[in-house]
């Protein structure tokens, strides 16, 4: 049995041995070496995409070498979001105050650039000396004539969704900016899309086919004044909740737009999200265009994973992602390719997720929030899964075990979302798995056990 910190012993379920009562929404214990990011990762996830917008981050230099850079999400035009530029707050600014530094930096950048907004991400240290970051915005807007939006992300305030809310924030300062005459009346935006490799072209071809405009992608290869007019839409299509619910809910008390939750992974939650679209709207076209792209496009990526499944059939997976929303998708996904999962777990989830988890997973499994590599490799050796699906951080310590891992995570460069990412994921997970390279795997002497904590 794996040891757990005994503070934690409550964020480990295991279903059909414990009484279902998981602890969630909780901080991390000091010193468990969470899997968590923090404030500033979390608001820099939901804007950065913004491709026409300049960001520039108000803090030391090492948070701006957490960029955006690697990362997968494309633009169509613009790529100023692939640029990270920081004010390089040092001593002397920490003495006397970063403020001027902010204010020259913001000037010389949009004058050099000529952005259609700014964003300005207080990081740590800009919150322990109280740099007026607000009052720098106000007067650098005012001066510049576009939108400088001050974003709070100073990670000692909370975790990584506290910088989901945070961007929520900054958004809700641009939306409404934009006339909405021209806006359809069968129109929708897309929130928590990010077009990591290009899956929000994707998307918005199959709502192009049910002939649905979408008329922001929030924020996804985004641009401002799209979101500046995405208030004049008919409904919100939430694909990653954690990230975006809470814009989505100011929207409804705003402006009134309805809401729904979907995910654009696996067949079964692509074609549900796609027919739960066409029965808003309600319209006979849309409705029956909807069946014949679902029913065409399903018979194909069954036909091309066929050989994938029977493989793979009996395969055992550890998911561990941020959002809980992805684990459903993902398990749905791996059943379909005849695999079962035996570890699940995400940073952020809350009771609703957890029972949700419990209710799709077979008896066995274990359910992980807020999950450390000490345990996440443990339960995975204890198991014997033969695939890791994770992030960045969990990708070296997927193939120290010798196990083979796929990237979910936003560093990816694979379509993953969609009929396409569906055939995608198959051929990725049946590589990984099936690799000849894990016959020669420490594990399976049994010597990478007695090496993990």
Same mark, same amino acid.
């Given at each position: ?10 964020? #480990? ?22 899997? &968590? ?101 106000? &007067? ?45 009346? *069968? ?119 066929? &050989? ?12 561990? #992602? ?33 029972? &949700? ?30 695939? *890791?699906?994770?992030? #960045? ?61």
């Amino acid at each position: 049995m794996v040891k757990v910190l005994a503070q934690r012993e409550k964020q #480990v379920f295991r279903k059909g041995e414990d009484t279902f009562n998981i602890g969630c929404e909780r901080n991390s214990v000091a010193g468990s070496v969470s899997q &968590r990011a923090c404030v500033f990762c979390g608001s820099r996830v939901v804007l950065y995409p913004i491709a026409d917008a300049l960001h520039l981050i108000h803090g030391p230099i090492g948070c701006a070498a957490y960029t955006w850079d690697i990362r997968g999400a494309l633009s169509s035009g613009p790529k100023l979001h692939r640029l990270s530029f920081s004010t390089d707050i040092q001593e002397k600014n920490v003495i006397y105050g970063g403020e001027k530094k902010l204010y020259n930096s913001l000037i010389e950048l949009i004058d050099i650039y000529h952005p259609k907004a700014a964003f300005v991400y207080a990081t740590c240290i800009v919150g322990i000396i109280g740099d007026d970051v607000d009052a720098v915005c106000k &007067r650098v807007a005012g001066e510049k004539g576009i939108p400088v939006l001050p974003v709070h992300s100073e990670g000692f305030k909370g975790t990584k969704k506290d910088g989901y809310r945070a961007a929520c924030e900054a958004l809700l300062k641009i939306i409404g900016r934009e006339a909405t005459d021209k806006v359809p009346e *069968f129109s929708i935006n897309i929130l928590g899309d990010f077009n990591i490799a290009g899956e929000t072209w994707v998307i918005r071809d199959y709502y192009r086919r049910m002939g649905v405009e979408v008329v922001s992608v929030m924020t996804g290869d985004g641009r401002v004044a799209d979101i500046g007019r995405s208030h004049g839409a008919s409904l919100n299509v939430i694909q990653c909740s954690g990230s975006m619910m809470y814009l989505a809910k100011k929207m409804k008390e705003k402006y009134g737009i309805p809401y729904i939750r979907v995910s654009y992974f696996g067949i079964e939650d692509t074609s549900e999200a796609l027919f739960a679209v066409a029965r808003f709207f309600n319209d006979t076209e849309i409705l029956e265009r909807t069946g014949l792209l679902v029913e065409s496009e399903v018979e194909r990526v069954n036909r091309q994973i066929q &050989r994938y499944r029977k493989k793979l059939k009996g395969r055992k997976a550890t998911i561990y #992602v941020g959002g809980a929303f992805k684990a459903f998708s993902l398990i749905k996904a791996l059943h379909l390719l005849g695999m079962e999962v035996a570890v699940v777990g995400s940073q952020t989830g809350n009771i609703d997720d957890y029972t &949700r988890l419990k209710d799709m997973c077979l008896p066995g499994t274990i359910i992980l929030d807020d999950s450390n590599p000490v345990e996440l490799a443990n339960f995975s050796l204890e198991k014997e899964v033969d695939l *890791f699906i994770g992030g #960045v951080k969990e990708r070296p310590l997927a193939y120290k075990l010798g196990i083979g891992f796929c990237d979910h995570n936003h560093e990816r460069k694979q379509i993953l979302a969609g009929y396409e990412g569906m055939v995608n994921f198959a051929k990725e997970v049946y590589s990984s798995v099936m690799s000849p390279v894990w016959r020669f795997s420490p594990r399976k002497t049994g010597r990478m056990a007695n090496d993990i904590g």
